[in-house]
Every structure is written in structure tokens, then in C-alpha cells.
């Protein structure tokens, strides 16, 4: 059974643009810069099933935005609880998957790639964020120079 959810979404194109999806929506246009977004490939902020709560989520995403008090790329969290009932995300092992992806490059890669292939293996961004770190911490992976991880 599908209950109808909204989540919002930032357009990493033009850098300039906060708008609502459906979820389950594959592609969408950015209704400012007509970029083609891949849902999959995009960080949600903040997803709901109620409409009115993904509106206001958005006015406050795009204030952010607009603000530009922050690089795009690092918006900090919205300080919005999730209510997407985790159900609808099966926990799969996002750390093995991890590895197993650093594994079949060598053991090296750069961290937006390895972020992109994960995503690509259904690790949201968040998860793999804290994945990430997690390894860090406990010496699985290193960082050899900024912005690439290594296995050890
Ligand atoms: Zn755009």
C-alpha cells in the first residue's frame, strides 16, 4: 500500500530553487533553471505526507538557500522531525555496501563518487554520511588527502 508522501528537494544546478515532489517520483524539472533531477541523486530535506508541512518546509528551505549563508553543498539539516515511517526504507547493510564499493576500486575513492555509488545502491545521504564517519573513526577507512577515503 502507497500513502501519498511529499518531500522536498533543492535544485544543485542552478543553486537557487527549493520545490516539493511526490515521492516516488523518479525525475522532475527544476521549475526555475528546467534542469532534469534525478530524485534519486538528490538529498531530500524533508519529506511528509502531509502537504501543508512540506510547504512550509520549503518556504524555509529556500529562505536558507537564499540566504546563501552556507555553501549549497552543506545546508545543514532542517529542524524537522522525519515521519516517513521506516518501513518504507528496509534497512540493507549500507556499510557493507560501502566497503564492498571502495573494495572494487581499489580500495580508493573520491568521496562525492563513493557518495554517488551509494546513493546509486539505495544508501540515502544521511546514512552514508554517518557511515562514512563512522569508518573514519574506527580507522576502517582514512582520508590520504582531502576529500578522498582509502581503505585501510
Ligand atoms: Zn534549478
Do not use: W
Not at 9 to 27: D, L, M, N, S
Not at 101 to 130: C, H, W, Y
Amino acid at each position: 500500500m502507497m500513502i501519498q508522501k511529499y518531500a522536498v528537494i533543492a535544485c544543485p544546478k542552478c543553486r537557487a530553487h527549493a520545490q516539493i515532489i511526490e515521492y516516488g517520483t523518479v525525475i522532475t524539472k527544476c521549475q526555475n533553471c528546467s534542469a532534469a533531477l534525478k530524485i534519486k541523486k538528490l538529498r531530500l530535506f524533508y519529506s511528509s505526507n502531509i502537504l501543508k508541512k512540506a510547504i512550509s518546509a520549503r518556504t524555509q528551505l529556500q529562505a536558507q538557500i537564499h540566504g546563501q549563508s552556507v555553501e549549497f553543498g552543506s545546508v545543514p539539516e532542517m529542524e524537522f522531525v522525519d515521519d516517513r515511517p521506516s518501513i518504507i526504507k528496509p534497512k540493507k547493510n549500507a556499510q557493507k555496501i560501502i566497503l564492498d564499493l571502495l573494495r572494487s576500486a581499489d580500495g580508493a575513492l573520491e568521496i562525492e563518487i563513493l557518495r554517488m555509488q551509494a546513493l546509486d545502491n539505495d544508501v540515502d545521504a544521511d546514512r552514508f554520511d554517518k557511515i562514512l564517519e563512522g569508518l573514519l573513526r574506527t580507522g576502517d577507512v582514512y582520508s590520504p588527502t582531502v576529500g578522498y577515503v582509502r581503505l585501510v
